[in-house]
């Protein structure tokens, strides 16, 4: 059998008992050099499917292949949670400092400054959004697009929240043991300790959680504050922002769902409230005395001993989900049994 087609499919198999890397005994880059005992990634695809990327570890470093072209910087290591290919060919990579174990990352060939600490968040539909906290010594930055939006001598806990064009975004701090929200880089002053935030998809309305001083919480919409709860969890607002969905658990573990600050249903559990995709139609799924089902446009559907898997049909005239009962499956079609 011929070596290359041995070994080709030697990597196949090992690639699929360890999908994240593969060993190959030999490789060939683009130059036509032969380059033994490398590690090869996976390769990872842009959106659009138009380009890749994956990286090698040779002779203990690091680097990257992008469409079959390696890059010239090599890297002592890098984060593979972080190592992405965008459709215009550029790559974000995280990588780390061996000797002083700190970090830096590149994207769109910007090359930041060496931190402590850095962590990263994508946004966008290809991306394009990049913001992090990043520490040097005892001081953190958040950075948004490259560019320091907020530094602080304590740590944030969360990363930002932005409304639907993007146009606007908001973080939490913690400053003097207290959550402080951040808008467009500009800090937003509270007599309250901010638990979590949420901004609206048209970006006009911020919710927040407060803990209260005697650790209850409650929920305020701009100057309107809500009834107070234990707790407080899956706050949202609707696609079209015009409401404020929530859920709050009692002492005994059963759950509320509160629409505009407006006590609704109680169930023994609730799951996270969905949306169809043309956002008209919203479901989510409670379990109530061992029995679970489905609530579809606030209406409770048929009881069964298990359901899973809600689906619309692209003209959004069909629902579907799996329902258990009695040990038996079925698939319920617009509230009628089917056998899957």
Known sequence: MNKKILLMALSLIVLFLNPTYSFWEENVTNSGAVVTESWASTPIYSLDSKHFTYSMVKKDKTVIIVDGKELKTQFDEIDSSFFWVLDNGSVYVKAKIKATNKWFYIIWSFKSDIYDEVNIQLYGTNYQIVSWSARKGTSWYIIHNNKVAWPYQEYSDSYPSYSEDY??????VTKNKKGVL???????????????????????????????SDWEKFVMLGNKKFKKYTDIYSLQFSPDSSQLIYIWLWKDGKNTLVIDGNDRETYDSIGYIAFSRSWKHRYYMVTNWEKQFMILDWVEQKKYDEVQYIYYSDDEKYTAYYAKEWEKWVLVVNGREVQP
């Open 167 to 172: 146009s606007k975004f908001i973080f939490r």
């Open 182 to 212: 951040v808008i467009n880089g500009k800090e937003l002053k509270l007599w309250y300790n901010v638990d979590s935030f949420y901004l609206s998809p048209n970006g006009k309305k911020i919710a927040l959680i407060i803990i209260d």
